[in-house]
């Protein structure tokens, strides 16, 4: 069974950085691709960034781009979301998610918060 | 960007009735389209990808139908546990997209 756990949210201020990490198990995670997805209070699901199978592909959402770094450590099962220059637009649950262009098994997400 | 337009943004049925969701494309994205459902409080769940493909566990009175860019979830009789809000989502050109999404409630 897939599971993945994710962890790191928290309060931050505009402009400040937070790390999300996401342990993985249940399934080969050097198989897939990875994902971090996001949602807004009562609002949608919003795709954020993928990471291939061996860490050298990264795709962004161009709203994060330059401030936030997917990344991936295959010896640990772990996938990451480094994020810098936070905006309150960022304010969301972030989801961990494995990815084959759909989504097939999602973690119960991280809740980020920016605000002064 | 692809667009996805969910329609209607809410249905309200009875259980046991049958639920048609709409998700059109703003441009042609082959079979390329996955429905998720969301519970409240809850992470999201793979229903059906590539179009009209059951995940995993997934019962069999969910469907999904369509091609190109109109596309459709069946729910063929609901039952309590289905009411929930249902998002598609493409994943044939970068940036990946959902749609706004579609609210099954209790009539």
């Known amino acids: 069974e897939v599971q993945l756990v994710e962890s790191g949210g928290g309060l931050v201020q505009p402009g400040g950085s937070l790390r999300l990490s996401c342990a993985a198990s249940?399934?080969?995670?050097?198989?897939?691709?990875m994902s971090w997805v996001r949602q807004a209070s009562g609002k949608g699901l919003e795709w954020v960034a993928n990471i291939n199978e061996d860490g050298r592909g990264e795709f962004y959402l161009d709203s994060v781009k330059g401030r936030f770094t997917i990344s991936r450590d295959n010896a640990k099962n772990s996938l990451y979301l480094q994020m810098n220059s936070l905006r309150v637009e960022d304010t969301a649950v972030y989801y961990c998610?494995?990815?084959?262009?759909?989504?097939?098994?999602w973690g119960q997400g991280t809740l980020v918060t920016v605000s002064s | 960007e692809i667009v996805l337009t969910q329609s209607p943004a809410t249905l309200s049925l009875s259980p046991g009735e049958r639920a048609t969701l709409s998700c059109r494309a703003s441009?042609?994205?082959?079979?390329?389209l996955a429905w998720h459902q969301q519970k409240p409080g809850q992470a999201p769940r793979l229903l059906i990808y590539d179009a009209s493909n059951r995940a995993t566990g997934i019962p069999a009175r969910f469907s999904g139908s369509g091609s190109g860019t109109d596309f459709t979830l069946t729910i063929s009789s609901l039952e309590p546990e289905d009411f929930a809000v249902y998002y598609c989502?493409?994943?044939?050109?970068?940036?990946?997209?959902f749609g706004g999404g579609t609210k099954v409630e209790i009539k």
């Open positions: 998610a494995r990815a084959v262009g759909h989504f097939t098994g």
């Open positions: 989502q493409q994943r044939s050109n970068w940036p990946l997209t």
């Open positions: 249940g399934f080969t995670f050097t198989s897939f691709w």
């Open positions: 441009q042609s994205i082959s079979s390329y």
